[in-house]
């Protein structure tokens, strides 16, 4: 299988691809990259939240904000990389490899309510569960 990054990468697909997944490497690195790009993507949030509000631009916070996007980039191809190297091992990604596809734009609250906020909480007792009311898993 041949792949040509579009982004310098520390790897090579057929490296990845002769990576030991007995010892969830592949696994771990996905891992490890997801954890990083939901905070990049965040941190993207908040940069272009603070470069949209600001009538001038910074531009340390516009260096920022364009080396986090080629690094975001550089980053989901190396993930998409070792999905490739798994499927050609014959390991299918689950779900468990997919980050949630939303954004957290920062924003703040103008808007009052005059009525005061609920929480409802429900709890199971025992006996619901033993007699087969409640869900759950039972060991």
Known sequence: MDYTPRYPQ???????????VGLNTPHA???RLQNSLSHLKETQ?????????????DPEVLKA?????GVIGSQ??????????????GIVGGAHYELPNTTQTPQTN????????TTTVTSSTASEEVNGEGD????
Request: proline share 3%.
């Open 10 to 20: 520390p790897f090579t697909l057929k490296e990845a691809i002769s990576l030991d």
């Open 29 to 31: 690195e996905i891992a």
């Open 45 to 57: 949030a908040f940069l272009k939240a603070d470069l949209d509000e600001s009538g001038e631009t």
């Open 65 to 69: 904000f364009e080396e986090n996007q």
């Open 76 to 89: 989901e191809e190396r993930v998409s990389m070792l999905k490739m190297a798994l499927t050609e091992k």
């Open 110 to 117: 103008t808007t009052q309510s005059s009525e005061p906020a």
């Open 136 to 139: 759950g898993v039972y060991l």
